[in-house]
């Protein structure tokens, strides 16, 4: 991969260019609160737009699958209907995005775009958008208390996905091409070659922020086998059950939820709308079926649900990647210790449990 | 049509309907096709066991079997009225317009069990999806050697396509068992519960060479499971075909997962065998 240097005060003018090229530039802003949030670049707030932000609770997974995307109209009179696609193509960049969601762009387009069929919708939104990926180096502000993303392997570094990294090494950036479209950014003048000193001097920042990470799910693998074998107990899954408010939340945040409901709904005289929404696995409605028929009504087996198909094998080999990028977001939102984290420890402490259940015999 | 819009996975294709019959309570068949002739010969491309989305514009979409063989010339539905679509459907006249795509899912691999004997075992309406493998079987009747069909529903008027199983049964090509829960006037068949129509003498299944087909209420599945477990039928020659709230019918929505098995496309038709190894109860 290619990489070259740029001088602290330049990092922006790499928004700059992007605009001139005609993106819509998304980058992470300060609110009032402690939290960031992703918004549009304008001429205006250009210069509050901020490098070394907390990634935001929200996740910028929304400009590839918006909350609500129309699909289509549905206009008839007179007998006759016409069913008029409706797409969105914008040509966009995100500035500051981190390695976890980054990762967990891939996983969409693992998840929407493979597979039998391809998702038209998330294709166009997909189709230009340009990924300009920041490094978590900043342990006071970048790397939160709820951050994993050591263990589930998608940082601080991303190495691929991105088409353009970014990595504070002190008085100077260090940007990685990770695409032919991040490449050509270089033939812009902020950007110059450096020295094997740089590279050592980001291999020894990486080496350093690795242990600045406080979340510990060192049982991610044993939990990954344990939920793909199916052996943690029904009575593991209550206990996680019981704690679950079934607010959403944690779907809500997830960079690599994928779930989405279907809706109809008036938009004038002869004139409906489909659109999809967003879904939650939590939710007593997910698998509600007309009628009534709950096949999944107890919470524990919703809860059970989500980390399955978060963890399990099958679907880790199906999108190359797992449904859980380390972000935290999950068990910042969550009420009641339902994030993934604590649900790796309750699998991890669970198996005291299952000792007792190992048949023995001795004489 | 654009290239475009044909790649486009969620968009439907308007229907007309042609007709509607009444079959029992709630439960009616709607007799349609599409607009475009060139999408109808597309979706008649369609296999035993699969099934499509119907659009109900303004109302929704919902997931239904295709009760046809694909050997039939005519196009239909069988729905029962449940929820807001269904009834929105019920409510439709003919030469109304709705809309449908698919279709959808694996359907039963009826070519592979050439030469074998097809056990059909249906409760209530469990016997809407069979339909299309019970008929295709009939159209290539020298494929397969016994046909034999059990069927129960609460009462004689809750049985289906009860004009179809008689003619079956009259062609001399299916042999049809018939049960219903509670007898009413004029019923002189047998009362019981499906599974009482495998003890019976006439009710002896041959276990060595069949496919067994079972579709209907999960209780009668558990028991109906159970009884030809204990026949002797190996899990990975009992097949069912399972239902799940779906909203895309494609892979994407998340809905219709039961453990690792995405329903629309991995399904809806399952082994027993691969039932059990789904990951989560059915």
Known sequence: ?363 | MSAQAAENIYLPKVAILDRVVDDIAEVRTFYWHFEDPAEQATFRQFRPGQFAQVSLFGIGEFPASLPPSPTETETFFTIRQVGSCTAALHRLKPHDKFAVRGPYGNGFPMEEYYGMDLVFVAGGIGLIPLRSCVVYALQHRDKYQRVQIFYGAKTPNELMYLPDLRDWEKSGAIECHLTVDRAADGWSGNVGVVDSLFKRPEGKIPVENAIAFVCGPPIMFRFVIKDLLAMGFPERNIVSTLERYMKCGVGKCGHCCIGVAYVCVDGPVFTYEQIKRLGEDI
Request: glycine fraction near 8%; proline fraction near 5%; include cysteine.
């Open chain 1, 1 to 363: 991969m290619k990489a070259r240097i740029l001088d602290r005060s330049d990092v922006l003018k790499i928004v700059d260019l992007l605009r001139e090229q005609e993106y819509e530039v998304l980058a992470p802003f300060r609110g009032r609160g402690r939290d960031g949030y992703f918004d549009a670049v304008t001429d205006e707030n250009r210069d509050r737009a901020q490098i070394h932000e907390a990634n935001p609770y929200y996740p910028p997974k929304r400009f590839v699958l918006p909350h609500i995307e129309h699909l289509f109209k549905i206009r008839g009179s007179n007998g006759d209907l016409r069913i008029e696609p409706e797409y969105q193509e914008p040509r966009r960049a995100i500035f500051g995005i981190r390695s976890c969601d980054v990762a967990g762009i891939y996983h969409l387009d693992r998840f929407y775009l493979g597979g039998q069929f391809r998702d038209v919708y998330y294709e166009k939104r997909r189709k230009h958008l340009f990924l300009v990926n920041v490094v978590c180096t900043q342990p006071d502000s970048e790397i939160g208390d709820d951050c994993f993303c050591i263990c589930a392997d998608t940082g601080p570094a991303a190495r691929e996905h991105f088409d353009l990294q970014l990595m504070d090494l002190g008085d100077e950036y260090m940007a990685v091409a990770g695409s032919p479209a991040g490449e050509a950014m270089f033939a812009h003048s902020i950007f110059r070659r450096g020295s094997p000193a740089h590279i050592e001097k980001r291999r020894a920042i990486l080496a350093q922020i690795r242990k600045q990470f406080k979340t510990q799910t060192s049982w991610f693998p044993a939990a990954v086998r344990y939920v793909s074998q199916g052996s943690i107990l029904e009575q593991t899954w209550e206990e996680i059950g019981k704690r679950c408010l079934e607010c959403g939340g944690c779907t809500y945040v997830c960079p690599a939820c994928t779930c989405f409901t279907v809706s109809d709904r008036q938009t004038g005289p002869d004139e409906f709308e489909r659109v999809r929404i967003w879904d939650s696995c939590a939710l007593g409605g997910f698998t509600r079926m007309a009628g009534g028929h709950n096949p999944r009504k107890a919470v524990h087996d919703r809860r059970n649900r989500r980390f399955f198909r978060k963890l399990a094998h099958y679907f880790i080999q199906r999108e190359l990647s797992m449904a859980c990028v380390g972000c935290g977001r999950c068990v910042a939102v969550c009420h009641c210790d339902v994030g993934m984290p604590s649900v790796v420890e309750m699998i991890r402490r669970a198996t005291a449990k299952m000792d007792k259940l190992e048949p023995m015999e001795i004489s």
